[in-house]
């Protein structure tokens, strides 16, 4: 018996070791609309229409819309505050924003569950340096990228081409993040419409 709590007590610690937050340690549980990480992408010649929104409903009361990054290269990651592979990635998304500024690389957040003080104090934890359009009401967004690759699983990352239109997806968290880089350098790569 004595042994058995000496475990559990082992196990809680360690576990504690992981990360500060307490929500992204349980990143690979199931207890999340997540998905395997699988990653798609779409040669320049295959990709669909373009990605097409707009949106007042967002975390910096600002309106947004699909034109608004025309001409950019756009990552856009579909996330809510309590989903731990959302909580875990958060700051490699951060650091990527910042990282990418220079490079003309714009990031959106898609809020799928949480009221706007929810997501906003989300990003000030973490601080995210960018926007999220809050779309758990009217599913804008969801709708507006469920045409050929659909965000059907939470968190699921998006980068899209300077002409709006989808170039990759990762379907789950961002555990690669070298991966993720080199995809989103080969689309910054390609040649300006």
């Given at each position: 018996?004595?042994?058995?709590?000496?475990?559990?007590?082992?196990l809680?610690?360690?576990?504690?070791?992981?990360s500060?937050?307490?929500?992204a340690?349980?990143?690979?549980n199931?207890?999340?609309t997540?998905?395997d990480?699988s990653?798609?992408?779409v040669?320049p010649?295959?990709?669909?229409?373009a990605?097409s929104?707009?949106?007042?409903?967002?975390?910096?009361?600002s309106?947004?819309s699909?034109?608004?990054f025309?001409?950019?290269?756009?990552?856009?990651?579909?996330?809510?505050?309590?989903?731990?592979p959302?909580?875990?990635?958060a700051?490699?998304?951060?650091d990527?924003?910042t990282?990418?500024?220079?490079?003309?690389v714009?990031?959106?957040?898609?809020n799928?569950?949480d009221?706007?003080?929810?997501?906003?104090s989300f990003?000030n934890?973490?601080?995210?340096?960018?926007?999220?359009?809050?779309?758990?009401?009217?599913?804008?967004?969801r709708?507006a990228f469920?045409?050929?690759?659909?965000?059907s699983?939470?968190?699921?990352?998006?980068?899209?081409?300077?002409?709006?239109?989808?170039?990759?997806?990762?379907?789950?968290?961002?555990?690669?993040r070298?991966?993720?880089?080199?995809?989103?350098d080969?689309?910054?790569a390609?040649?300006?419409?």
């Open positions: 018996m004595i042994v058995a709590a000496s475990l559990a007590a082992s809680v610690f360690l576990g504690g070791c992981v500060n937050d307490p929500l340690v349980d990143a690979n199931e207890n999340f997540s998905a990480g990653v798609t992408e040669a010649a295959n990709r669909g229409e990605v929104f707009e949106s007042s409903d967002t975390t910096d009361h309106t947004l699909s034109q608004d025309r001409g950019s290269v756009l990552v856009v990651n579909f996330w809510y505050a309590a989903c731990p959302c909580r875990a990635e700051p490699d998304l951060a990527l924003a990282a990418y500024a220079d490079k003309g714009l990031f959106l957040g898609v799928v569950f009221n706007t003080a929810g997501a906003q990003e934890s973490f601080d995210i340096p960018y926007p999220s359009i809050l779309d758990a009401d009217t599913g804008t967004l709708l469920a045409s050929d690759l659909p965000p699983g939470i968190p699921t990352t998006f980068i899209v081409d300077r002409d709006g239109r989808v170039a990759a997806r990762v379907l789950g968290f961002l555990a690669d070298s991966m993720f880089e080199d995809m989103l080969s689309v910054v390609e040649a300006a419409p």
